[in-house]
């Protein structure tokens, strides 16, 4: 009976030649607008689906006395077309996570030390902002300026997850001050003031 | 002859009860992640796919010297459910849309009149700005923060097209000193001086 | 200039009044296939964004030593189109969160305590299986067998997250054995000995 | 035992108020761009994912000598929500599906009996056209004008298969020739003879 | 007027030199999220279009009495990118479909000849079981456990349609006993006795 | 400061290797379901983002007086894998966009000088035509034949966008006459008489 098991177990398996329940990441190879080219399934193992790199705390000694330590594709190339990835934010007691947006994803926190203070605005311009400790949820709908800032006087651990492998991150002083758009520029499109911009510009590395 | 056509073609219709090649908003309805409640079919008139206010240059007497004119799912109930929507900016000559990001969609932008300088950083931090004049097109990736600038010295007109009913709009003016987000926090997750911050609060209305 | 502003605000807000960066479930109101109908913005608070619910452990003094507190659109309503929902799992030292699947989504798990076995099966049937401690990271590609194991000798706590706000959760041995799908059915479609069925059918409450 | 099994049950089954696997139509109820609000859980059964209407051959008495039989959302509200339907073909010897298009889906047809000459055209003008007997699949891309003759000299059936429970059905002489488009604007963005649009008008029932 | 017709063609075929109605997968290539990479258009032939593969019956001389025929990407490239794929069951009498799920589709039967009890179970773990004649249809929403079962004295056979080009499909059997899931985790996660497990195991080949 | 802050910049840029904001295509590159491999974003200028093919008509000197001017993928590679594409209408006095559709997307169009009257038919066989002008809209659901005719003495221009890089575009007399479908399966599929079709295929160089 095992032999006929075996031809049925056949019939189904030459029809799985090309099964893509998933499509771990080929990061050598080239990217399409719905992910990675997939690495070949005979090479996949458990290790593809596994990230341990969370494990440890990111590093907050720098001057937002936080970290944010991702697990997008292309530190975990496992979630390549399975529509999630996952990242720790790491906060020492004045710690801060300056104000950004995920422009390809919605986000979704959990506290699992400490307390944090998170809020995002909307398109209509009103403002949610609450802190929650331990084990307590934030949701972010995708695209809007968002933070998180240590709410308590101890170091606080979040982790947080998107509904897409590469949710992108878009930090606002970065984009204003960290690269070469003009200072002319960016005064003209923010209305701030130019000593402002300077000032920035010069912390941050940016020209122009 | 005519009575066997009449009768194919009831034959037809009757699967044609629910046809949703199109599902116009009834603005009076509940809405949903998808969009709104359709109205009735038999209420449905060509008007319904038609919209005139464009057709009118926005009043540019202000202090950005520009205008946005929506044509976005509350405006122009058409477009519910067919992932299109369409605006039309005047910039005056000084004009400026201050930077700012749609969460929910890629934009494409014609300018029909003038010249503009418009530009989008990505999440990677890079800048991407060029100037361009009648005919021209410049595409901005969703969710990143862009603007437009009026270039030349004469006023400019641009439509700009939308792949959602609502793209969302958020400009960064307004979330970071137009609503209740206290100065403390924008101070916290923007490392913006706080005179900068009361200043344009002040200007744009904000509290806290 | 302070009323040049407002009017500059009204210009956009007129155009602001179906924004749709979200959509908390009213869940007294009627489902669709994208999800609950919104709640109407006015009556939005941030703690339509929060949820508290996950910050005690689950009750794991059952036959499965486990738990799992969902926090999907039901328990979570503000998490309604925004393509995400979370939950938390407790496993006291024997503890098992029995194979099951969920329909509608991936699942990305972290454990922030103790030691888990997880692992899935593929349609291609290759088997997935790794311990995983606390900090690091398992995704479940959808629709796929998977389940945990309690690896060590005291509590573990993982959070799982999935890119669905009701990812559905299918439990083999309750769609087995715990409903009115008939015995001989049971057996003939999974070849398991009628003793097999009846017993776990008579632990489980089914009948048939 | 089974009192704690029970409790286990309880714990899952109030986290499944509103499992979302199927959305069946409420066709009383409103449309949105995502399908039907559904259907209260409680009230649905079996025969909600059973549809018997193709059981029958369609009248093939009339003109094309052919009969579409669909079970689309408003034939099948059980479909809703779940991204597929059907509908059955039958074709008499002279037998002719006129040529037409799917908007909103592409169609899969298996032949059940005889033989269908089918066939499609692409945007770049290519005609992809064959001859199909029983137990043969053809597959139209989604939104190609695309017919079926029987190609044999008796009656010929297939069943076709949408990825949309509402692919939407234009058939290009009723589109042209059944309704009021005015013959001048039809003549003029088809370059069909005036004659011939007067003819088909004619027969077709259209006006204008 | 010819040449005037033909610059007119050319005006638009230049343009339609990337038009991506279809994509046929080029099976030596790779695989990406959203299917294979396309084979080259200008090697496109109707026969891509076109698969005899289901005109056979299965062989059902095994222990389930049973076939599937598979026409899924791997099968007939010409599906990838469509949203659509086919299969055919064929039942002999005693035949069984086991009990299994498709992690990446909705599935639409029509039964072509005899009669099959098919059923599923949903996620609030209700049943939903019917027989079904020739002609008659039944869905199964996508993930959830479901099987076919001849319920005749002759054989049946159905064609099946999937919103996917590679639905998957997960045997439940298989995957609890042929593969090499450890006994332990097995029993574990289902609560089946180790005596089930070993026999099913032994049957199936599974090792562990 | 500096120094803390690049190393701030190094940790989030490592983890933006792979930034998916846009996906500029690689036209030699091969084509997938979702849209052309991505060009590397070392490589990517704001070149990729602008277009200035549509700042000249098109050449209307042809026997529909009109001309189409694309910027689909394939002349604006940036617009790869971002949901919009758009185009320029060129209609001289006596100008005709025949008949038409696009499988793959919505319209929507604005005219910029001159009035146009546009229509399109639904599946329900309902006409909805009317006249705009400059600075109006009409929007146009996806898949459903439609045209444009000059309404007025003077040229017209419009822009159409469409929410998809490659909308697609079947011209009903292209597809009809201008290829190798052979004459019997025209007059078959639409009627039309013998004479009718071997007209407009001599016209339009069609075979068969």
């Known amino acids: 009976?095992?032999?006929?098991?075996?031809?049925?177990?056949?019939?189904?398996?030459?029809?799985?030649?090309?099964?893509?329940?998933?499509?771990?990441?080929?990061?050598?190879?080239?990217?399409?607008?719905?992910?990675?080219?997939?690495?070949a399934?005979?090479?996949?193992?458990?290790?593809?689906?596994?990230?341990?790199?969370?494990?440890?705390?990111?590093?907050?000694?720098?001057?937002?006395?936080?970290?944010v330590s991702p697990a997008f594709v292309a530190q975990f190339p496992g979630v390549n077309g399975l529509g999630l990835?996952?990242?720790?934010?790491?906060?020492?007691?004045?710690?801060?996570?300056?104000?950004?947006?995920?422009?390809?994803?919605?986000?979704i926190l959990v506290v699992t030390q400490g307390?944090?203070?998170?809020?995002?605005?909307s398109s209509a311009n009103s403002v949610y902002v609450k802190t929650v400790k331990r084990g307590e949820v934030f949701v972010f709908p995708q695209g809007l300026l968002h933070f998180q800032v240590n709410a308590g006087g101890r170091k606080a651990i979040?982790?947080?997850s998107f509904n897409s492998?590469?949710?992108?991150?878009?930090?606002?002083?970065f984009a204003l001050f960290a690269n070469n758009l003009t200072s002319a520029l960016v005064e003209k499109t923010t209305f701030l003031d130019p000593a402002q911009v300077?000032?920035?510009?010069?912390?941050?590395?940016g020209t122009g």
């Open 158 to 160: 979040a982790f947080v």
């Open 85 to 107: 990835s996952i990242a720790r934010l790491d906060l020492a007691p004045a710690g801060v996570i300056p104000i950004h947006t995920h422009p390809g994803a919605s986000e």
């Open 41 to 67: 399934e005979a090479n996949v193992t458990v290790d593809d689906f596994v990230f341990t790199g969370l494990s440890k705390a990111g590093n907050t000694s720098n001057l937002i006395s936080a970290a």
């Open 198 to 205: 300077k000032k920035l510009k010069g912390i941050l590395g």
């Open 1 to 39: 009976m095992l032999h006929i098991f075996f031809l049925f177990v056949l019939l189904f398996s030459s029809s799985h030649a090309s099964v893509q329940d998933f499509c771990v990441a080929d990061l050598k190879g080239p990217n399409s607008p719905a992910g990675y080219i997939c690495k």
């Open 165 to 173: 492998p590469n949710p992108g991150l878009q930090i606002l002083d």
């Open 115 to 121: 307390k944090i203070t998170a809020g995002f605005i």
